[in-house]
């Protein structure tokens, strides 16, 4: 069963975005492409859907930076989460 997940950009360095590929994982360490979602400025959003076996979502910035964060999805999926690019972006 798919479920949706609300990913939040918390913070932001100059040359992340503002696209990022999403991805998931049931196992934190083999990732399956989501989809591209744009992510301007930060408290931007976007909805996924993912299995609700997800234990993992990462986010790859698409831009100049093309570092990621990855946050394991908390609660067994209750909750929303945010990711901060501020320290990532250095490429």
């Known amino acids: 069963m798919a479920i949706n997940k609300k990913i ?3 913070d932001k360095g100059i ?3 503002p696209v ?3 991805y998931y994982s049931i196992d934190c360490i083999s990732y399956t ?6 992510l301007a400025s930060v408290d931007d959003y976007a909805i996924v859907s993912v299995p609700d076996t997800t ?3 990462k986010l790859v910035s698409t831009g ?10 908390p609660g067994a999926l209750n909750g929303d989460f ?3 690019f501020s320290q990532l972006d250095f490429n």
């Open 55 to 57: 234990h993992c979502i």
């Open 82 to 84: 945010g990711f901060d």
């Open 15 to 17: 040359k992340a975005g």
């Open 33 to 38: 492409f989501i989809e591209n979602i744009t």
């Open 8 to 10: 939040t950009l918390t």
């Open 20 to 22: 990022f590929a999403a």
């Open 64 to 73: 100049q930076c093309s570092n990621f964060v990855i946050n394991t999805v």
